[in-house]
């Protein structure tokens, strides 16, 4: 039987080294991720877990128009934040959106983004093809029952989805990640710090082992501009996005003067609908603008049978939030 | 003299539950609560394929791990006696009966270890190898083999080819309802010991008395030397109905090893190891003249079994007595699949045929011009359609009266599509429904001691449903003492042996034993010569006994037999409406009305926590639950609750349960069995909203969002 080694150092530096220094070792944060993978699914087979519980890394601070998170922060508590509530209302919506309560509750910011595939097959270690986990061995799911899987991003080598609703509206607002290891801490846009799979499923991002996700920082949204988290499932609650969309406009004279667009249930990564946007900035405030928009956004999808009905479905989602937050 | 319920002061009065303190206190014991000294712990190896052979099971890594106990395998087992045929007709195959898999997740061994941690670890260890053959999966494979009605019950009466031709209107549709799992919240359990050479098993079943019989019989040890113990449950829906292997396994390892050993299955092993509802695939050919009457229905029901299995389920059994019409023809086959297990879940057969043939007359409705309450009140059989009896009771006119009443049906727009709300469709449909219950014999024994109290014994479980709690109250009200005197000691094969509880009969057959015991013992008491309002205490002070007893014994099915009446079972009508944003292919239930005649109600709040629970159960079937097997290789690929969606609170409107009808005038008690009537009428209900919002008639179940796009 494997023992898995516990600590729980209370000093950023330490809990890092602890990582570093085993190739093996992983952070474990609330663990409402990482657990289930190690200890039910047993898909990952870590020697040793380094609880970040006890770091000083909690809680919200403003920095003028910018909010700066600690990674430990629960989704409850950023959801809860006056500011979060007041400026940045989609990612309270996306938050509360999420999971459940129990779970937000335990679940932190850092582990949010760090949250791995729901893809069952990625799940089960019965399952041989997985390039994710085994790269090189293949993809089960493109050939078996897929459904809560990727069509933006996605390829031959794995369609596995970035789950995250939280992400979605981070991905919009272009917040960034600040990260820590023994070589100092380095700054990286959320919207560059996933990697699709390509041909290695297994790099999900640019973090080096060892290295810590300490803050998320997030530009607040200037005053006047709407914004809306839509989240499209079977199971009114506790279920992850078939797809969802967060969007935030600015509407002048009827004229949408800036658009921010994040997609959920699509992508391998969080995904950022660059191209929507630059169809909605600048044209008039329409059904027909939305519709274009949604159009851009769902270019090149990579569908397999279960996952075809997102492309319309996506589209969609994409022209009611816009519908939704230009009423 | 016997003892009727002609009062009811304490039937069906909605008390609380008898045992709920305990329950919600963590007091009451479920099987996984249950350990017993010098116990060591289980972990199944299961099949990572659906079909072939095992060409090599190495157990050396397994055995040479830390804390392990025994791995045992189909090549170094024990073997045992083949397992008998249940009461219900299922028979299974004996686990590790030789080196063949026939489906995925399949138990080939049983690895038992110090700990659970340390079973778990090397179950992992055992390397298996397969010549694997590629799984017969689809319903259409030609390689599957097929039963022409395997369950010798297809009817026809009439010329249902002529009456078709000769129809007015005709409907002609084919359903499809994917895999369901019964998904009870406690994972069943099983803590086997062999106590002096008698086996005892702490074990997740439905049907105690059954179970001790087939341990027995595989076992090779008399009756009297099994004991199953099943206080409380943790729900089962069906899946505690049949014999499993990792029970069998479980008391095998208890044996070898002459320990007691427990194993607890995992959310995964729930979904291959318990059974399900088999996908199905329904044809239906309603014809009816133009003002409504049917003259035609034609039913024809495949479903999937395992390759191996024999689980009795059909689906056309119900279709002959449903409605009044004088040409009438079911078929019904069974198509073996590498499938794990069936088995019953929750109005197994009754949920299927209902979703298609009261889908299909909404459809005749719909072209008929007629309101579908009408076509159902126009076709309404006054007497049982197949023998011309009587039914021994019949309010479903009633339920559907008084739920179209409470739901305002009358005010509906018939046309679809007429009715929106912001991004939303509204829609209404209904359905109507019977469940005959399913009662088998059962015995108990009444005491009645000094202090006044009673206590009543029987192997019968309570799943949840309130067993223990109408059972206290049918005793309290026979003898005419309070609840509080009455202890009811069940789930214990050293009792008198009852019915499984599943088929709505256990509260039937249980009642009615429960009304011959107390019938004998106060016939014993009147012997006693007791003085004018003297208490049980002191009549029993008086002669010098400690205690009274009487057996009672009922057997419902042997008198349905030659009955005058037709035995019915419970009737029910639902309405639902539905919100149904088209766009985005979102289907909510906004509002639903339950209405049922379920005969006499032992306990209105039980009764009515039945009828709640089937309506959830129902928006499961219809909107959300669907066990998805991998083409490929046959493993369920969504077997967490993560992946598998049961409803939430969120997908739950308040739902409005009316009882109506009259005590049955077969059943002695008067009761018809409530468990499964409120699951059946809701997956048709919904399925007939939601066309009546957009005008899309959906046939697959469940009708996730994909499907309204
Ligand atoms: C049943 C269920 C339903 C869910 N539904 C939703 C949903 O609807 N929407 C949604 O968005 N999410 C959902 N989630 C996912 C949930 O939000 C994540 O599991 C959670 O946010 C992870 O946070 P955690 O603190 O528990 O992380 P952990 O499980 O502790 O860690 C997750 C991963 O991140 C790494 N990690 C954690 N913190 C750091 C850090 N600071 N630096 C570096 N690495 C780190 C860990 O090593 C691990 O690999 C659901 C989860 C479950 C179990
Ligand atoms: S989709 Fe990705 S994670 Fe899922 S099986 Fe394929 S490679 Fe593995």
């Given at each position: 039987?494997?023992?898995?080694?516990?600590?729980?150092?209370?000093?950023?530096?330490?809990?890092?080294?602890l990582?570093?220094?085993?190739?093996?070792?992983?952070?474990?944060?609330?663990?409402?991720?990482?657990?289930?993978?190690?200890?039910?699914?047993?898909?990952i087979?870590?020697s040793?877990?380094?609880?970040?519980?006890?770091?000083?890394?909690?809680?919200?601070?403003?920095?003028?128009?910018?909010?700066?998170?600690?990674?430990?922060?629960?989704?409850?508590?950023?959801?809860?934040?006056?500011?979060?509530?007041?400026?940045?209302?989609?990612?309270?919506?996306?938050?509360l959106?999420?999971?459940?309560?129990q779970?937000?509750?335990?679940?932190?910011?850092?582990?949010?983004?760090?949250?791995?595939?729901r893809?069952?097959?990625?799940?089960?270690?019965?399952?041989?093809?997985?390039n994710?986990?085994?790269?090189?061995?293949g993809?089960?799911?493109?050939?078996?029952?897929?459904?809560?899987?990727?069509?933006?991003?996605?390829?031959?080598?794995?369609?596995?989805?970035h789950?995250?609703?939280?992400?979605?509206?981070?991905?919009?607002?272009?917040?960034?990640?600040?990260?820590?290891?023994?070589?100092?801490?380095?700054?990286?846009?959320?919207?560059?710090?996933y990697?699709?799979?390509?041909?290695?499923?297994?790099?999900?991002?640019?973090?080096?082992?060892?290295?810590l996700?300490?803050?998320?920082?997030?530009?607040?949204?200037?005053?006047?501009?709407?914004?809306?988290?839509?989240?499209?499932?079977?199971?009114?609650?506790?279920?992850?996005a078939?797809?969802?969309?967060?969007?935030?406009?600015?509407?002048?004279?009827?004229?949408?003067?800036?658009a921010?667009?994040?997609?959920?249930?699509?992508?391998?990564?969080?995904?950022?609908?660059?191209?929507?946007?630059?169809?909605?900035?600048?044209?008039?405030?329409?059904?027909?603008?939305?519709?274009?928009a949604?159009?851009?956004?769902?270019?090149?999808?990579?569908?397999?049978?279960?996952?075809?009905?997102?492309?319309?479905?996506a589209?969609?989602?994409?022209?009611?939030?816009?519908?939704?937050?230009t009423? | 003299m016997?003892?009727t319920?002609?009062?009811?002061?304490?039937?069906?009065?909605?008390i609380?539950?008898?045992d709920?303190?305990?329950k919600?206190?963590?007091?009451?014991?479920?099987?996984?609560?249950f350990?017993?000294?010098?116990q060591?712990?289980?972990?199944?190896?299961?099949?990572?394929?659906?079909?072939?052979?095992?060409?090599?099971?190495?157990?050396?890594?397994?055995?040479?791990?830390?804390?392990?106990?025994?791995?045992?395998?189909?090549?170094?087992?024990?073997?045992?006696?083949?397992?008998?045929?249940?009461?219900?007709?299922?028979?299974?195959?004996?686990?590790?009966?030789?080196?063949r898999?026939?489906?995925?997740?399949?138990?080939?061994?049983?690895v038992?270890?110090?700990?659970?941690?340390?079973?778990?670890?090397?179950?992992?260890l055992?390397?298996?190898?397969?010549?694997?053959?590629?799984?017969?999966?689809?319903?259409?494979?030609?390689?599957?083999?097929?039963?022409?009605?395997?369950?010798?019950?297809?009817?026809?009466?009439?010329?249902?080819?002529?009456?078709?031709?000769?129809?007015?209107?005709?409907?002609d549709?084919t359903?499809?309802?994917?895999?369901?799992?019964?998904?009870?919240?406690?994972?069943f359990?099983?803590?086997?010991?062999?106590?002096?050479g008698?086996?005892?098993?702490?074990?997740?079943?439905?049907?105690?008395?059954?179970?001790?019989?087939a341990?027995?019989?595989?076992?090779?040890?008399?009756?009297?030397?099994?004991?199953?113990?099943?206080?409380?449950?943790?729900?089962?829906?069906?899946?505690?109905?049949?014999?499993?292997?990792?029970?069998?396994?479980?008391?095998?390892?208890?044996?070898?090893?002459?320990?007691?050993?427990?194993?607890?299955?995992?959310?995964?092993?729930?979904?291959?190891?318990?059974?399900?509802r088999?996908?199905?695939?329904?044809?239906?050919?309603?014809?009816?003249?133009?003002?409504?009457?049917?003259v035609?229905?034609?039913?024809?029901?495949?479903?999937?079994n395992?390759?191996?299995?024999?689980?009795?389920?059909?689906?056309?059994?119900g279709?002959p007595?449903?409605?009044?019409?004088?040409?009438?023809?079911?078929?019904?086959?069974?198509?073996?699949?590498?499938?794990p297990?069936?088995?019953?879940?929750?109005?197994?057969?009754?949920?299927e045929?209902h979703?298609a043939?009261?889908s299909?007359?909404?459809?005749?409705?719909g072209?008929?011009?007629?309101?579908?309450?009408?076509?159902?009140?126009?076709?309404?059989a006054?007497?049982?359609?197949?023998?011309?009896?009587?039914?021994?009771?019949?309010?479903?006119?009633?339920?559907?009266?008084?739920?179209?009443?409470?739901?305002?049906?009358?005010?509906?727009?018939?046309?679809?599509?007429?009715?929106?709300?912001?991004?939303?469709?509204?829609?209404?449909?209904?359905a109507?429904?019977?469940?005959?219950?399913?009662?088998?014999?059962?015995d108990?024994?009444?005491?009645?001691?000094?202090?006044?109290?009673?206590?009543?014994r029987?192997?019968?479980?309570?799943?949840?449903?309130?067993t223990?709690?109408i059972?206290?109250?049918?005793?309290?009200?026979?003898?005419?003492?309070?609840?509080?005197?009455?202890?009811?000691?069940?789930?214990?094969?050293?009792?008198?042996?009852?019915?499984?509880?599943?088929g709505s009969?256990?509260a039937?057959?249980?009642?009615?034993?429960?009304?011959?015991a107390?019938?004998?013992?106060?016939?014993?008491?009147a012997?006693?010569?007791?003085?004018?309002?003297?208490?049980?205490?002191?009549?029993?002070?008086?002669?010098?006994?400690?205690?009274?007893?009487a057996?009672?014994?009922?057997?419902?099915a042997?008198?349905?037999?030659?009955?005058?009446?037709?035995?019915?079972?419970?009737?029910?009508?639902?309405?639902?409406?539905?919100?149904?944003?088209?766009?985005?292919?979102?289907?909510?239930?906004?509002?639903?009305v339950?209405?049922?005649?379920?005969g006499?109600v032992?306990?209105?709040?039980?009764?009515?926590?039945?009828?709640?629970?089937?309506?959830?159960?129902?928006?499961?079937?219809?909107?959300?639950?669907e066990?998805?097997y991998?083409?490929?290789?046959?493993?369920v690929?969504?077997?967490?609750?993560?992946?598998?969606?049961?409803?939430?609170?969120?997908?739950?409107?308040?739902?409005?349960?009316?009882?109506?009808?009259?005590?049955?005038?077969?059943?002695?008690t008067?009761?018809k069995?409530?468990?499964?009537?409120?699951?059946?009428?809701?997956?048709?209900a919904?399925?007939?909203?939601?066309?009546?919002?957009?005008?899309?008639r959906?046939?697959?179940?469940?009708?996730?969002?994909?499907?309204?796009?």
């Open positions: 039987m494997s023992d898995i080694e516990y600590v729980r150092p209370t000093d950023t530096s330490s809990a890092v080294t990582v570093a220094e085993d190739p093996d070792a992983a952070f474990l944060a609330g663990g409402t991720t990482e657990l289930d993978l190690a200890l039910k699914d047993r898909v087979r870590p040793r877990f380094v609880d970040i519980g006890r770091l000083p890394l909690r809680g919200v601070t403003r920095e003028g128009d910018r909010l700066r998170v600690a990674a430990l922060t629960t989704m409850e508590e950023l959801a809860a934040d006056p500011t979060v509530r007041s400026r940045l209302p989609f990612v309270r919506e996306a938050l959106l999420g999971a459940s309560t779970l937000r509750n335990m679940a932190t910011i850092g582990g949010n983004l760090l949250q791995r595939t893809c069952r097959y990625f799940r089960d270690p019965a399952v041989h093809a997985c994710k986990r085994e790269p090189g061995s993809c089960a799911a493109i050939e078996g029952v897929a459904r809560m899987h990727a069509i933006l991003g996605a390829g031959p080598s794995c369609i596995a989805l789950a995250s609703d939280l992400c979605v509206p981070l991905v919009a607002m272009d917040a960034e990640v600040e990260l820590l290891d023994a070589d100092g801490t380095r700054r990286v846009p959320l919207t560059e710090f990697r699709t799979p390509g041909d290695r499923p297994d790099v999900e991002n640019v973090l080096r082992h060892g290295e996700v300490t803050h998320v920082v997030v530009p607040l949204l200037p005053a006047g501009t709407r914004s809306g988290y839509i989240k499209v499932r079977d199971r009114q609650s506790y279920e992850f078939t797809t969802s969309a967060a969007a935030a406009v600015q509407v002048e004279d009827g004229t949408i003067t800036a921010r667009i994040g997609l959920g249930g699509v992508g391998t990564v969080p995904w950022r609908a660059w191209e929507a946007e630059r169809v909605l900035v600048g044209a008039p405030a329409n059904e027909r603008t939305y519709r274009a949604a159009e851009a956004a769902i270019r090149d999808p990579f569908t397999v049978p279960g996952t075809a009905f997102k492309v319309e479905l589209k969609r989602t994409i022209v009611r939030i816009l519908r939704t937050v009423a | 016997t003892a319920l002609n009062k009811e002061n304490i039937i069906g009065q909605p609380d539950r008898v709920a303190r305990r919600v206190s963590g007091a009451a014991p479920y099987p996984s609560d350990d017993l000294p010098g060591v712990y289980a972990a199944l190896i299961s099949s990572t394929v659906a079909a072939g052979r095992i060409t090599r099971i190495d157990r050396s890594a397994a055995e040479a791990a830390p804390g392990v106990l025994a791995v045992l395998t189909y090549d170094n087992a024990p073997t045992l006696a083949d397992p008998p045929t249940n009461a219900l007709g299922s028979t299974m195959r004996r686990p590790l009966k030789d080196d898999i026939l489906h995925y997740g399949q138990h080939i061994g049983i038992v270890a110090t700990t659970r941690a340390q079973a778990l670890a090397a179950a992992e055992v390397e298996v190898d397969y010549a694997v053959e590629e799984p017969v999966l689809d319903m259409d494979d030609p390689r599957a083999r097929v039963e022409d009605n395997p369950f010798g019950m297809e009817t026809s009466r009439g010329d249902v080819v002529a009456a078709l031709a000769d129809a007015d209107v005709t409907v549709s359903y499809t309802i994917g895999a369901e799992t019964n998904s009870p919240l406690g994972l359990t099983t803590v086997a010991s062999w106590q002096g008698r086996l005892v098993v702490h074990d997740t079943t439905q049907a105690p008395s059954f179970m001790r019989k341990l027995a019989v595989m076992f090779g040890v008399p009756e009297e030397s099994v004991r199953l113990l099943i206080p409380f449950l943790g729900g089962g829906f069906g899946a505690g109905l049949r014999l499993w292997s990792h029970t069998v396994l479980t008391a095998l390892a208890a044996r070898v090893l002459d320990r007691p050993v427990k194993l607890v299955l995992s959310r995964p092993q729930m979904f291959t190891s318990v059974g399900h088999a996908a199905s695939r329904q044809r239906i050919r309603l014809g009816a003249r133009s003002d409504g009457r049917l035609a229905i034609d039913h024809d029901a495949l479903a999937a395992g390759i191996g299995d024999n689980l009795p389920s059909p689906i056309v059994a279709t007595s449903a409605y009044a019409c004088d040409n009438l023809a079911t078929h019904e086959r069974r198509v073996h699949l590498n499938i297990y069936t088995g019953f879940m929750r109005a197994p057969g009754a949920i045929e979703f043939l009261e299909a007359l909404d459809e005749l409705a072209r008929l011009g007629v309101d579908p309450v009408d076509v159902r009140l126009r076709n309404y006054d007497v049982h359609p197949e023998s011309g009896k009587p039914w021994s009771s019949k309010a479903l006119r009633e339920c559907i009266e008084v739920g179209a009443e409470q739901f305002g049906w009358s005010s509906r727009d018939p046309a679809p599509r007429s009715t929106h709300d912001g991004d939303w469709l509204v829609g209404q449909g209904m109507a429904a019977t469940f005959e219950f399913y009662a088998l014999d059962c108990v024994r009444l005491t009645i001691d000094r202090g006044g109290n009673a206590i009543l029987s192997a019968a479980t309570d799943i949840g449903t309130g223990y709690t059972t206290a109250q049918l005793v309290a009200e026979l003898l005419g003492i309070e609840v509080e005197r009455v202890r009811v000691e069940i789930g214990d094969t050293d009792q008198p042996q009852a019915p499984q509880s599943g009969g256990l039937g057959a249980l009642a009615a034993a429960v009304q011959d107390a019938g004998a013992l106060t016939e014993r008491l012997r006693l010569d007791g003085r004018p309002g003297e208490s049980f205490a002191s009549l029993l002070d008086r002669h010098g006994l400690d205690e009274l007893s057996n009672g014994h009922s057997d419902l042997a008198a349905a037999e030659d009955s005058d009446v037709a035995p019915a079972g419970a009737f029910g009508a639902a309405y639902v409406e539905v919100g149904v944003d088209e766009d985005l292919g979102l289907v909510r239930v906004r509002r639903l339950s209405v049922i005649d379920g006499r032992f306990n209105r709040k039980t009764a009515r926590s039945q009828a709640i629970g089937g309506a959830v159960m129902g928006i499961g079937a219809a909107l959300l639950e066990a998805a991998d083409p490929n290789d046959g493993r690929a969504n077997g967490t609750f993560g992946d598998y969606l049961v409803p939430v609170n969120a997908d739950v409107p308040d739902i409005d349960v009316t009882f109506v009808g009259e005590p049955d005038t077969f059943n002695p008067g009761s069995g409530l468990g499964e009537i409120g699951i059946v009428c809701i997956p048709p919904i399925g007939n909203a939601v066309f009546h919002a957009t005008g899309r959906v046939r697959d179940l469940p009708i996730t969002l994909d499907k309204m796009l």
